[in-house]
């Protein structure tokens, strides 16, 4: 079975730092594309970054220059470093995983396991 555990929400002051982790089990699902996404109260699911089987990058332009997503993977494990955050990236924050290793969208529909998320405050 695909797993995945996100970690590392917190609450934290506006244009503070804070990074995300999400252990990624299954056989091979580290290789797969990887991404993150988040929901924030009245908003719709948004896809925030994704890491590729050939280490290709994606970021919505929403977070380009403030986040950067990362894997380990002889640790399986995703990451999320955001940095300047803002009230506005307070959010439920999801770790996710493709059936495909590369070709893929930042969008919910080309991920099929999804982690129960962690979620991230940010005050003024």
């Known amino acids: 079975q695909v797993q995945l555990v996100e970690s590392g929400g917190d609450s934290v002051q506006a244009g503070g730092s804070l990074t995300l982790s999400c252990v990624v089990s299954?056989?091979?699902?580290?290789?797969?594309?990887l991404g993150w996404f988040r929901e924030a109260p009245g908003k719709d699911r948004e896809g925030v970054a994704l890491i590729d089987g050939g280490y290709r990058i994606r970021l919505a332009d929403s977070v380009k220059g403030r986040f950067v997503i990362s894997k380990n993977r002889a640790k399986n494990t995703l990451y999320l470093v955001m940095h300047n955050l803002t009230i506005e990236d307070t959010a439920m924050y999801y770790c996710?995983?493709?059936?495909?290793?590369?070709?893929?969208?930042?969008?919910?529909?080309?991920?099929?396991?999804w982690g129960q998320g962690t979620e991230v405050t940010v005050s003024s």
């Open positions: 299954g056989y091979g699902v580290i290789n797969n594309c």
């Open positions: 996710a995983a493709s059936g495909v290793a590369d070709d893929c969208e930042l969008t919910s529909a080309w991920f099929n396991s």
